[in-house]
């Protein structure tokens, strides 16, 4: 009885294990850039394995034996970046959250974000989370100090000789500064949405930072996260948003609720909004 019981519930748990892997690994890549490339990939194994095996084609069958390491090597190359990801959220998994500092730097955010939208000084702030953000962009000048309204506002100033791009930072301390984000290459954007803009949605779309951007030329304040891109929010909204995807609560949270709500978070927010262009060279560039 239990030599039969041993012989139905090991392929169970293997089979579950499994189509657990495979149901938060596709969670994970979706809506990437490379989610198009894992179809097409999964598509070609598939049907070669079942046109060797219907149609008894013996060197196909070989050559898929002799070869099936190197396809393992080529699908960790092809797929690098989602790897990297995956990785980089699981070993950044949430024990402990010390919700009263993460609570001050997102003060310090929207203090900054208040004043440069007052008098219309453009600005593009990503914040890093479990991604190193240095290997997705370009330049960027070290400058390693307390994140404070002050410090990002004299980055920003019109002329300054570091205020064109972006700023990363980490934690309460402001890592990069003239950083040239990657710029989003979706076609349903509209031509009149801003460079500033389509670098804080590129960022999105290649990492796990939030972006905030404030437009130059309207003062419009906006974010974009996961590939999700929205417009002219207010100080509230944004406060409630970043609390909502920076805050650790106190208590620990289990691996499986943790694992959903890493591949299920999104902003509470529509398409992107379309908008009257703020007129910006890319990053790096003098703009309007």
Same mark, same amino acid.
């Given at each position: 009885?239990? @030599?039969?019981?041993?012989?139905?519930? /090991?392929?169970?748990?293997?089979? $579950?294990?499994?189509?657990? =892997?495979?149901?938060?690994?596709?969670?994970?890549? *979706?809506?990437?850039?490379?989610?198009?490339? #894992?179809?097409? !990939?999964?598509?070609?194994?598939?049907? $070669?394995?079942?046109?060797?095996?219907?149609?008894?084609?013996?060197?196909?069958?070989?050559?898929?034996? @002799?070869?099936?390491?190197?396809?393992?090597? =080529?699908?960790? #190359?092809?797929?690098?970046?989602?790897?990297?990801?995956?990785?980089?959220?699981?070993?950044?998994?949430?024990?402990?959250?010390?919700?009263?500092?993460?609570?001050?730097?997102?003060?310090?955010?929207?203090?900054?974000?208040?004043?440069?939208?007052?008098?219309?000084?453009?600005?593009?702030?990503?914040?890093?989370?479990?991604?190193?953000?240095?290997?997705?962009?370009?330049?960027?000048?070290?400058?390693?100090?307390?994140?404070?309204?002050?410090?990002?506002?004299?980055?920003?100033?019109?002329?300054?000789?570091?205020?064109?791009?972006?700023?990363?930072?980490?934690?309460?301390?402001?890592?990069?500064?003239?950083?040239?984000?990657?710029?989003?290459?979706?076609?349903?954007?509209?031509?009149?949405?801003?460079?500033?803009?389509?670098?804080?949605?590129?960022?999105?779309?290649?990492?796990?930072?939030?972006?905030?951007?404030?437009?130059?030329?309207?003062?419009?304040?906006?974010?974009?996260?996961?590939?999700?891109?929205?417009?002219?929010?207010?100080?509230?909204?944004?406060?409630?948003? $970043?609390?909502?995807?920076?805050? /650790?609560?106190?208590?620990? /949270?289990? !691996?499986?609720?943790?694992?959903?709500? *890493?591949?299920?978070? *999104?902003?509470?927010?529509?398409? #992107?909004?379309?908008?009257?262009?703020?007129?910006?060279?890319?990053?790096?560039?003098?703009?309007?």
């Amino acid at each position: 009885m239990w @030599t039969s019981l041993q012989s139905v519930w /090991r392929p169970a748990l293997e089979i $579950l294990i499994l189509a657990v =892997a495979i149901y938060y690994a596709s969670r994970f890549v *979706r809506g990437t850039r490379g989610w198009p490339v #894992v179809i097409g !990939f999964v598509i070609v194994v598939v049907a $070669l394995a079942l046109a060797t095996t219907l149609l008894d084609l013996k060197v196909l069958q070989w050559m898929l034996g @002799t070869f099936s390491a190197f396809i393992a090597v =080529a699908a960790l #190359v092809i797929f690098q970046p989602e790897l990297r990801r995956m990785l980089g959220e699981l070993g950044n998994l949430p024990l402990f959250g010390a919700a009263h500092e993460q609570r001050e730097n997102i003060e310090v955010i929207i203090q900054t974000v208040e004043r440069l939208a007052d008098v219309r000084i453009g600005a593009l702030m990503a914040i890093e989370q479990s991604i190193q953000l240095q290997e997705a962009v370009e330049s960027g000048i070290v400058v390693d100090c307390e994140a404070t309204p002050e410090m990002l506002e004299t980055i920003f100033f019109p002329n300054n000789a570091i205020h064109d791009g972006g700023v990363i930072i980490k934690g309460d301390r402001i890592a990069y500064a003239a950083c040239i984000f990657p710029l989003t290459q979706r076609p349903d954007l509209s031509k009149s949405l801003g460079t500033r803009h389509r670098a804080a949605i590129g960022l999105s779309e290649e990492t796990d930072a939030v972006v905030v951007a404030v437009s130059e030329e309207t003062g419009a304040i906006s974010y974009a996260y996961k590939s999700q891109f929205v417009r002219g929010v207010s100080l509230v909204e944004l406060r409630a948003f $970043l609390t909502s995807v920076l805050v /650790r609560p106190v208590k620990a /949270r289990g !691996f499986v609720k943790w694992l959903r709500s *890493r591949t299920t978070e *999104r902003p509470k927010a529509g398409p #992107v909004a379309v908008a009257k262009s703020d007129g910006h060279a890319p990053p790096g560039q003098p703009g309007k």
